[in-house]
């Protein structure tokens, strides 16, 4: 089971999912915000050591790669979220987003589809 990110190393990882590999300053130039170059080097040691992303050395610089897929971890995330909040009931999850209009009637017939097929 992969541990939960922070919303600092989440928007990392969102940079390291964007570009694949890697070096720092494609990293740090894929990061949504102005976050200082030393900021993501420190928070990409952190997801190293717990096991989502992982480097090869060349000369002196490192490039960057994910262990853990964005679609992996989404569904960690959402299995999760899924169990604590509505009993891993996808049918409870899907009535709460309709109840709250988060989901439309047009929304409902495309999911309804990909699901016939």
């Known amino acids: 089971m992969l541990k939960e990110l922070t919303k600092a190393e989440e928007q990392v990882m969102q940079a390291i999912w964007k570009v694949g590999q890697g ?5 740090v130039a894929a990061v949504d915000n ?3 170059y030393n900021t993501v080097l420190t928070v990409v040691r952190i997801l190293e050591q717990k096991g989502f992303v992982a480097h090869e050395t ?4 490192n490039r960057y790669y994910p ?3 964005r679609e992996e971890y989404m569904q960690q995330q959402l299995s999760g979220f899924a169990k604590r909040y509505f009993g891993s009931s996808p049918r409870a999850l899907v009535s709460f987003l309709v109840d709250k209009k988060e989901v439309s009637l047009e929304d409902l017939e495309a999911i309804t589809k990909e699901l016939e097929n």
């Open 23 to 27: 070096f720092a300053n494609e990293v």
């Open 34 to 36: 102005n976050v200082a």
């Open 58 to 61: 060349f000369n002196r610089s």
């Open 67 to 69: 262990l853990v897929s």
